[in-house]
């Protein structure tokens, strides 16, 4: 069983930053693909970006392409999100999700944290 704890949400004005992190337990890290999802009040989740496992390869969903930024340390079983430029649609609670290479959904996820960014 592999837990993700997130933190590093809060309340920002808009145009500011944050970044949110997520540790992860399990010796394997470095072998899980990484995700970053988000639910607003009264939606539905939706993908935000994930990285392959080297780090090399990151997706982004469209509404924050060029704003948001995942990385992740191996060393550390860590996953971040830094997010740039934020903008009041951009509240939601952010959960860090992983899964094994070989699954299509994804098995692990985090108790979320929220951002609220005020205009």
């Known amino acids: 069983q592999v837990q993700l704890v997130e933190s590093g949400g809060g309340l920002v004005q808009a145009g500011g930053s944050l970044r949110l992190s997520c540790a992860a337990s399990?010796?394997?890290?470095?072998?899980?693909?990484m995700g970053w999802f988000r639910q607003a009040p009264g939606k539905e989740r939706e993908f935000v970006a994930s990285?392959?496992?080297?780090?090399?390869?990151?997706l982004y969903a469209d509404s924050v392409k060029g704003r948001f930024t995942i990385s992740r340390d191996n060393a550390k079983n860590t996953v971040y999100l830094q997010m740039n430029r934020l903008k009041p649609e951009d509240t939601a609670v952010y959960y860090c999700a992983g899964r094994p290479i070989t699954s299509r959904g994804y098995d692990w996820w985090g108790q979320g944290t929220q951002v609220t960014v005020s205009s």
């Open positions: 399990g010796r394997t890290f470095s072998s899980y693909v």
């Open positions: 990285i392959n496992w080297s780090g090399s390869t990151g």
